[in-house]
Antibody, heavy 124, light 105 residues
Framework: QVHLQESGPGLVKPSETLSLTCTVSNDSISDYYWNWIRQPPGEGLEWIGYIHYSGNTNYNPSLQSRVTISADTSKNQFSLKLRSVTAADTAVYYC??????????????????WGQGTTVTVSS | IVLTQSPATLSLSPGERATLSCRASQSVSRYLAWYQQKPGQAPRLLINDASNRATGIPARFSGSGSGTDFTLTISSLEPEDFAVYYCLQRSTWYTFGQGTRLEIK
């Protein structure tokens, strides 16, 4: 069974860079789309971006100037860097797996596997 | 693409039928999924491809719609169904709806 686990500092100072890693178990990251999603306290879900196994990335336009997502296939991990953080970046950060719709039927599988989430607080 | 969920809050009793709506600002075809989230937990995939139950999801959950209008129906509410529900589209980038909170009346 595929398992995703987020890791990284729980506290980041304003103006610094938030760095998180998602470790994928029982599957290879050399497949699928690997996403980061966040959820501020008491609010809804916000897609941050993804890295495709081909190396292509796409980011939420509202965050694009501050975000980088990368992958380390040797460690079966992918990572998030969010620069110049403020208190508004305080959230639970999730990693999740997605895939292309089926080439023949167009069937969309959804983000079907999620990590448990990690809380990041931005504060001095 | 903006996803608008309604109602924001739905108050029902166990055994009742729940109908949740998700409307897209432009067509997303069938590239829509529904999620359930309980406090302190990650979202759980319920419905993919707009109308298909994900693995292990009870038959009381059903989805319908295509294009811009989608519905999640829970035919007879169980106590464990009271949670927040989100829709997600991946037709253009990804966006989530703002959520519907299903609470016990």
């Amino acid at each position: 069974q595929v398992h995703l686990q987020e890791s990284g500092p729980g506290l980041v100072k304003p103006s610094e860079t938030l760095s998180l890693t998602c470790t994928v178990s029982n599957d290879s990251i050399s497949d699928y789309y690997w996403n980061w999603i966040r959820q501020p306290p008491g609010e809804g879900l916000e897609w941050i971006g993804y890295i495709h196994y081909s190396g292509n990335t796409n980011y939420n336009p509202s965050l694009q100037s501050r975000v980088t997502i990368s992958a380390d296939t040797s460690k079966n991990q992918f990572s998030l860097k969010l620069r110049s953080v403020t208190a508004a970046d305080t959230a639970v950060y999730y990693c999740a797996r997605d895939r292309d719709p089926d080439a023949w039927t167009g069937y969309y599988y959804g983000m079907d596997v999620w990590g448990q989430g990690t809380t990041v607080t931005v504060s001095s | 693409i903006v996803l608008t969920q309604s109602p924001a809050t739905l108050s029902l009793s166990p055994g009742e039928r729940a109908t949740l709506s998700c409307r897209a600002s432009q067509s997303v075809s069938r590239y829509l999924a529904w999620y359930q989230q309980k406090p302190g937990q990650a979202p759980r995939l319920l419905i993919n491809d707009a109308s298909n139950r994900a693995t292990g999801i009870p038959a009381r959950f059903s989805g319908s719609g295509s294009g811009t209008d989608f519905t999640l129906t829970i035919s007879s509410l169980e106590p464990e169904d009271f949670a927040v529900y989100y829709c997600l589209q991946r037709s253009t980038w990804y966006t989530f709806g703002q959520g519907t909170r299903l609470e016990i009346k």
